[in-house]
């Protein structure tokens, strides 16, 4: 078993940063790849950022690109989501995942375990 939990969200206008992490503890060593997932009112979870505990190989959507960033720090056991010139289309309940999968993938169902989400508003 892996608990996550993930913080740092919040409300903050358009253009501006958040930084998120996921503090994972547990069977730790069966997960190596963490992923960020978000999920708006209405609509369907989506993929975000993943990365490999081991090489730190990363994997973006395409909406995120160049505005996000995904990183981890092995020795706290956490990983992060600096978010950069935000959007209002990144509104939406950020979830971290982990996986056992070496390979960053953005399948949903490569992941095993889930955090119970941090709210993220962003105003126009």
């Known amino acids: 078993q892996v608990q996550l939990v993930e913080s740092g969200g919040g409300l903050v206008q358009a253009g501006g940063s958040l930084r998120l992490s996921c503090a994972a503890s547990?069977?730790?060593?069966?997960?190596?790849?963490m992923g960020w997932f978000r999920q708006a009112p209405g609509k369907e979870r989506e993929f975000v950022a993943a990365?490999?505990?081991?090489?730190?190989?990363?994997y973006y959507a395409d909406s995120v690109k160049g505005r996000f960033t995904i990183s981890r720090d092995n020795a706290k056991n956490t990983v992060y989501l600096q978010m950069n010139n935000l959007k209002p289309e990144d509104t939406a309940v950020y979830y971290c995942a982990a996986g056992t999968r070496a390979v960053p993938r953005p399948e949903e169902y490569e992941y095993h375990y889930w955090g119970q989400g941090t709210q993220v508003t962003v105003s126009s």
């Open positions: 990365i490999s505990w081991s090489d730190g190989n990363t």
């Open positions: 547990g069977r730790t060593f069966s997960s190596y790849t």
